[in-house]
């Protein structure tokens, strides 16, 4: 048994004895993009290597060049961004105030005072209690014989 003979036994092979027709057209391809992405590191490292830094120079000019255009775009972005916050919040303004009238009526409905009436309440007992204690004063103020305490 020859070299070429033991080479051909330990690969995966088909009918007309070719390792690489054994595969799929699928993985055949998948197998030569893999291999030209390795080429094209390959290639990458070399071209680094022979420029050095020129190359290094020239990479960081063309980042110079994207940032440029990213920031060209920026204030856009800002703006769009800007505009859907001011959208957002006027959005979320109705909705709570819309959910502010719904529980007010329920409220209502059930025969439980919102805070307006709770305040308009706690504001006449004030008054009254004020009144009263004023009557109070004035009823200890007045002398016996004239019809006060005794």
Known sequence: MSDRDEHQDSQPRDERGHPLRALSGASRDLRKYTHQIW????????RAEEE?????????EAGREVERRAKEKT????DIKERVRHHTGETIDRMEKAFDDRLGKALSRLGIP???????LRQRV??????LEHM???DDDTPPEQGGPR
Do not use: I
């Not at 080429?39 to 070399?46: H, S």
């Not at 050095?52 to 020239?58: E, I, K, N, W, Y």
């Not at 919102?114 to 308009?120: P, Q, T, Y």
């Open 39 to 46: 080429l094209a590191g390959l290639g990458a490292y070399a």
């Open 75 to 78: 204030p856009r972005v800002e």
């Open 114 to 120: 919102n805070k307006r009436e709770v305040d308009a």
């Open 136 to 138: 109070e004063h004035d």
């Open 52 to 60: 050095g830094s020129g190359f290094f120079d020239a990479l960081v």
């Open 126 to 131: 004030q008054e009254l209690t004020d009144a």
